[in-house]
């Protein structure tokens, strides 16, 4: 079924390529909880969902495609989804979604992207963005989360004067646990130890909870290891009573808005999906002729993971890139996937652990008297995965300043902004303009245009509609 033998695999390395690819990805489980949470939604119901949907996207891929590639939520697009669609934390402004309203819109963008898949378009519109703004927008998605990543550690904190400082060392344990984690995650994966972010996350809640119990200082609480699940029925259908408000918004003046965020869903699951399947393919020796057999059946069992997603009550659900720890441990068949899908499902009954590293550690208060949360045990994760994406900035052309400046201030933009949709608004909105006023208008291709157009009229429509209002 799965043609092992002819793809010069072992059913034995099928399971252990499945296994390790599980735990190269398996912080997500620990993250997308924590991520989601800010905007209000139950951590044990995004947690299952998770499960759920990772397991049902990456059995389809193994049985539709049968390619050695996992799917889970995304990173970049669940904190598009936290911080630019719900507008949580220093994003939050005029216009924002309910936690079921952003499910509802990302299940709409699934539904295109499935429906994409028949006539061949989806590859049409990921070919005509510029390279140079795809590459732009990876490295700057990378910088987004790091910065996440050294705020949630305690690294750097809010300063009145430069606006942003590292924090002060004295008494600072929970940067110390961010370091000391980021320090093994950094060594694990050096000696390329499998699972080095999961054995990081890990030991850096064990650390965490034990210098609690020593010094008596807020810590995370011990929740257990292994339970029952519960909470899906938090999140599950949120969508479902998102659409009626949803479309309320798309007809009463936020109507561009909606448009240009499901454009940036649609287009960045696009980015990564197709990122990840011809990279793992090369990595596996599956393409032929420079191009991926079965490449529309794994995009269709994407786009079907994000729609079941939505519906459960998580994000974006993409391809993932530490897939190709399977194949570096001999997977060459969709088996892996299914492997890997099944071990998403035995992660559920270990709800305690991620409720313990997802709950965070308290280190103060906000003037409106809500706790200041720091998440040491997922810090070093994000900043590793930051580290990751930025190596998309090889790709760049950094001799035509048409095409540097563009991904240069697309990449800048996001961690200063702090929004990811601002940083796309900019790169198209530079890019269209530049190759105009340089008089090579015709090298832009027309969906940069369209977008960079709708970018200009959804910021000069902002301040109108909110006086209007």
């Not at 994000?315 to 997977?331: D, L, N, W």
Request: aromatic share 10%; charged share 10%.
């Amino acid at each position: 079924m799965f043609k092992i033998a002819s793809r010069g695999s072992t059913a034995g390395r099928e399971v252990l390529g499945g296994v390790t690819i599980f735990m190269s990805m398996s912080y997500i489980l620990f993250v997308q909880p924590a991520v989601l949470s800010t905007t209000g939604m139950d951590a044990g119901g995004v947690f299952m969902a998770t499960c759920l949907a990772s397991a049902a996207a990456c059995m389809l891929m193994g049985l539709l495609a049968n390619y050695p590639i996992a799917l889970a939520p995304g990173m970049g697009e669940n904190f598009f989804f936290a911080i630019t669609l719900c507008g949580v934390g220093a994003a939050a402004g005029g216009f924002k979604l309910t936690w079921q309203e952003a499910l509802a819109l990302t299940a709409v963008t699934g539904v295109a992207f499935l429906l994409l898949a028949s006539v061949g378009f989806r590859s049409k519109i990921l070919n005509a963005i510029p390279d140079s703004l795809k590459s732009g927008i990876a490295a700057g998605i990378g910088l987004f989360i790091a910065l996440i990543g050294f705020e949630w550690g305690n690294i750097v904190h809010a300063d009145p004067v430069t606006g942003l400082s590292l924090a002060p060392a004295t008494g600072n344990y929970v940067a110390m646990l961010t370091l000391g984690g980021l320090a093994l995650t950094f060594a694990l994966a050096a000696w390329r130890v499998r699972g080095a972010i999961l054995i990081s996350i890990l030991a850096t809640t064990l650390a965490t909870w034990a210098v609690g119990a020593i010094w008596g200082v807020p810590s995370v609480q011990w929740h257990g290891v292994v339970a029952l699940p519960s909470g899906l029925g938090a999140t599950a259908g949120g969508a479902f009573t998102g659409f009626a408000s949803l479309w309320g918004k798309f007809a009463g003046g936020h109507g561009i808005d909606i448009l240009v965020f499901a454009f940036i869903l649609l287009f960045m699951d696009l980015f990564d999906t197709v990122g990840t399947l011809v990279g793992v393919a090369r990595r596996a020796g599956l393409m032929r002729d420079g191009e991926l057999p079965a490449a529309e059946r794994a995009l269709s069992a994407d786009a079907a993971g994000t729609v079941l997603g939505a519906l459960a009550g998580t994000s974006t659900v993409t391809s993932y890139i530490e897939s190709v720890t399977g194949v570096q441990a001999g997977a060459r068949t969709g088996l892996a996937a299914i492997v890997a899908g099944a071990c998403m499902l035995v992660a559920m009954f270990f709800q305690p652990l991620v409720e313990m590293v997802g709950g965070g550690v308290v280190v103060g208060q906000y003037a409106r008297g809500d706790p200041i949360l720091r998440y040491p045990m997922i810090a070093p994760a994000l900043i590793v995965v930051g580290a990751l994406m930025i190596r998309a900035i090889r790709d760049v052309d950094w001799d035509d300043v048409t095409e540097a400046l563009p991904a240069f201030l697309t990449m800048v933009t996001m961690p200063f902004a702090y929004s990811i949709s601002r940083g796309i608004a900019i790169g198209f909105i530079s890019y269209a303009g530049g190759k105009l006023v340089t008089g090579r208008g015709k090298q832009c291709p027309a969906i940069v245009y369209v977008f960079a157009v709708l970018f200009v009229l959804q910021y000069l429509l902002e301040p109108i509609v909110a006086w209007l209002r």
